[in-house]
């Protein structure tokens, strides 16, 4: 770890995540860079701009999100509403695993409000899964803000103890973000969001633009919004684009329909096809696969994977 650098920009870093801290402060920070990650998400499924770059805001905003949480599973963060982009999900893990997927009933308006885009019944959703069968912890409230980072700001506003702030930018080559989180004192309480450091740090961070978070490395971006703070700049780590599904999971979610349907879906089509709507892989069950699910206790179709 180092000193957050204060000269010109250096080479742009590619999909890493840093740690930081202003120290003295009680504040400290998530800075992020997806770039093949990002690609590997639009490589998958073609979007309009303004669903590409909510997606993408959404994508570096989970992965902030989950490097500040200590757990061993996923977080997930779903918008849905009834507007023309009515989901945008994207999970990240601790391993610095991300995905994520829009869904669109038709083109939302370039100019369009988030109201107009997402619906105005829209609601922000973050889940914590443990991953290991454990409770899953859900949080949710109503979508409100004319950005996705002052929607999440609200989020973290009514759900979090610790005040929590986002920055997002996103466009057709990479998804960038910053997340600055207040830290509790040596008695537990968290940190004011009327404290003096508070309120410094999230009125220097305000003054970042979308060219900047996307445009220049981590060590520059902070020594221009910090210039007169102490900078602690941790070691990045990778983020990578990678899907959790298997044939096993497409089985479980399978088994879990009930054997009524899946016979029904076997008559009607002969066979069940399964497509992962993250990565595009397609699991194909046969009927004598399909058959072996209905069997008590078996949780996995016998023969070799046939995915697609």
Known sequence: MSDAGMGAASAREADTLHRFMLENTGVRGEWVHLDQAWQAVLERHPYPPVVRDLLGQACA????????????????????????????????????????????????????????ILGEDARVMMTLDPGDGGERYQGVVELRGQTLAAALDGYFEQSEQLPTRVWLAADGQRAAGMLLQGLPDDSGQPLSRDSEDWNRATTLAATTTAAELLQLDAGSLLGRLFAEERVRLFDGSTVEF???????????????????????????????????????????????????????????????????
């Open 61 to 116: 905003a989970v992965t902030l999100v989950a490097a500040t949480l200590k757990f061993k599973g996923s977080l997930i963060l779903q918008v849905t509403g009834s507007g023309p982009l009515h989901m945008l999900v994207a999970q990240a893990d601790g391993q610095g695993h991300l995905r994520g997927v829009a869904r669109y009933h038709e083109t939302p308006p370039e100019d369009g409000t988030l109201e107009a």
């Open 242 to 308: 990678h899907c959790h599904c298997s044939r096993e999971r497409v089985a479980t979610t399978l088994q879990s329909l009930g054997v009524d349907e899946i016979r029904s879906i076997l008559a009607e089509q002969g066979r069940i096809e399964v497509t992962c709507e993250f990565c595009n892989a397609q699991y194909v069950f046969d009927a004598v696969d399909a058959e072996a699910l209905c069997r008590p206790g078996n949780a996995q179709p016998p023969g070799p994977d046939t995915s697609q």
